[in-house]
T-cell receptor
Framework: EAQVTQNPRYLITVTGKKLTVTCSQN?????MSWYRQDPGLGLRQIYY???????DKGDVPEGYKVSRKEKRNFPLILESPSPNQTSLYFC?????????????FGPGTRLLVL | SQKIEQNSEALNIQEGKTATLTCNYT??????LQWYRQDPGRGPVFLLL?????KEKRKERLKVTFDTTLKQSLFHITASQPADSATYLC???????????FGIGTKLQVIP
């Protein structure tokens, strides 16, 4: 089954404790993105990747890092989480650029930073 | 800067009627505009994409129009059903087709 998976689905952590949210897709897509969703603000793009080792900033990259060492994986790293990073996070992948092609979204990761 | 706005936060409609949702943008016309459905606690699901040079796109009971003069896209669900109740998001590219901006969504409730 074609899908995007994220882990963990739920995470409670404390300020400053580094964490990684994993994302994996099995569709051989070149393009992947991370979004965060907050009430009243909608989905906002954090980072995107066009291929292995090629990443770029979205609209809200501050406080986040990403890496793309393999085509199927696109982890999101919060090196020093803060309470304002409490949010619902989605990973997405697409065959072509995100704006031109169908984006397939993962199930989401709900993060609470205390 | 380019903004994308959806007309209301909630829309209630009677089953069987046509639901019409609006997406407005400022400034320049996006090359592509997408519509997604999102159910509570789940990731968005892609529905339709319309290109700048297309006036209309259809898929089963769904129809999207794109009016570059009004800077607006309309999303229609005909013969609406309670199962259509969800939040509908529009999205467009902003300078480079990898960057995507979403509206905050319109929550549709179809009443039996």
């Amino acid at each position: 089954e074609a899908q995007v998976t994220q882990n963990p689905r739920y995470l409670i952590t404390v300020t400053g404790k580094k964490l990684t949210v994993t994302c994996s897709q099995n569709m051989n897509h070149e393009y992947m993105s991370w979004y965060r969703q907050d009430p009243g603000l909608g989905l906002r793009q954090i980072y995107y990747s066009m291929n292995v080792e090629v990443t770029d900033k979205g609209d809200v990259p501050e406080g986040y890092k990403v890496s793309r060492k393999e085509k199927r994986n696109f982890p999101l790293i919060l090196e020093s989480p803060s309470p304002n990073q409490t949010s619902l996070y989605f990973c997405a992948s697409s065959l072509g650029p995100a704006g031109e092609e169908t984006q397939y979204f993962g199930p989401g990761t709900r993060l609470l930073v205390l | 800067s380019q903004k994308i706005e959806q007309n209301s936060e909630a829309l209630n409609i009677q089953e069987g009627k046509t639901a019409t949702l609006t997406c407005n943008y400022t400034n320049y016309s996006p090359a592509y505009l997408q519509w997604y459905r999102q159910d509570p606690g789940r990731g968005p699901v892609f529905l339709l994409l319309i290109r700048e040079n297309e006036k209309e796109k259809r898929k089963e009971r769904l129809k999207v129009t794109f009016d570059t003069t009004l800077k607006q896209s309309l999303f229609h669900i005909t013969a609406s059903q309670p199962a259509d109740s969800a939040t509908y998001l529009c999205a467009h590219t902003t300078g480079g087709y990898q960057k995507v901006t979403f509206g905050i969504g319109t929550k549709l409730q179809v009443i039996p």
